[in-house]
């Protein structure tokens, strides 16, 4: 099944080879069940490293001042699962996903995961059949929304969200806040707040509000998890 001529159109890209784009919109559940060789898992894992490298290089060309923790963390919620699903919804790329009964059943065509995946195979698709350049511009193009996003925060300032996404990708869990006093008048409150990961103290943080002091905490926590290595302190899943 050869994926739709408006589909090409949608991605600005025209395939020198259309297998390549089949296999990147090719589900496991789909290949198992029609006895086929090929599905995108393959490619997911190609296209990562393509996104992590172009990404890169736009943060570094955009941000030549900003050290390398803060181009760490740009990259990372810049290519974090919800950021790609939403590149992928906004090209349609559920409307062309070949899945199985059972994960076209459960919604596979919405899920954020199974988005996110197939859009790392699209990206790896482009790269193979037109090289580093093609790819590169597909990127730029489909996450200009994105970049501007986090160039408009500025140093980015949501640690929560970055600690988030770092805390489920290394250790498959979510961060607990965890407020230990609050002390001061109403028109004067200072809270103070405890971050833990599996139980164990990763952050501590006081601020003018619950939320400041949360992002404070969160700040500490995200430094100190990506200073570890993974699965350091605390035993992964």
């Not at 994105?146 to 990708?169: M, P």
């Not at 707040?193 to 939320?211: A, D, M």
Request: glycine content about 8%.
């Amino acid at each position: 099944m050869r994926p739709a001529p408006e589909l090409q159109q949608r991605i600005s890209h025209s395939f020198r080879d259309l297998q390549l784009l089949e296999r990147a919109l090719t589900h496991k559940s789909y290949a198992n069940e029609n006895k086929l060789a090929e599905h995108n898992e393959r490619m997911e894992f190609l296209g990562d490293a393509v996104l992590n490298l172009v990404v890169s290089q736009l943060l570094m060309a955009a941000l030549p001042r900003a050290p390398e923790g803060e181009l760490s963390r740009l990259r990372a919620m810049i290519v974090s699962e919800p950021s790609l699903a939403a590149v992928a919804r906004d090209l349609g790329l559920g409307d062309y996903l070949l899945l199985g009964k059972g994960e076209e059943q459960s919604g596979g065509r919405r899920k954020d995961s199974l988005l996110a995946n197939t859009l790392e195979a699209l990206v790896a698709s482009i790269y193979l059949d037109s090289g580093l350049g093609a790819a590169s511009s597909f990127i730029e193009r489909n996450f200009r929304q994105t970049f501007d996003r986090v160039h408009s925060a500025g140093s980015l300032t949501d640690y929560k969200t970055a600690l988030q996404e770092l805390s489920q990708d290394r250790l498959k869990t979510l961060p607990e806040y965890r407020l230990t006093s609050q002390s001061g008048p109403d028109h004067q409150k200072e809270f103070t707040v405890e971050l833990l990961i599996r139980g164990e103290v990763f952050g501590c943080g006081t601020g003018k509000s619950k939320k400041e002091a949360e992002q404070r905490a969160a700040r500490e926590a995200y430094d100190k998890l990506r200073g570890q290595e993974p699965g350091a302190r605390i035993q992964e899943s």
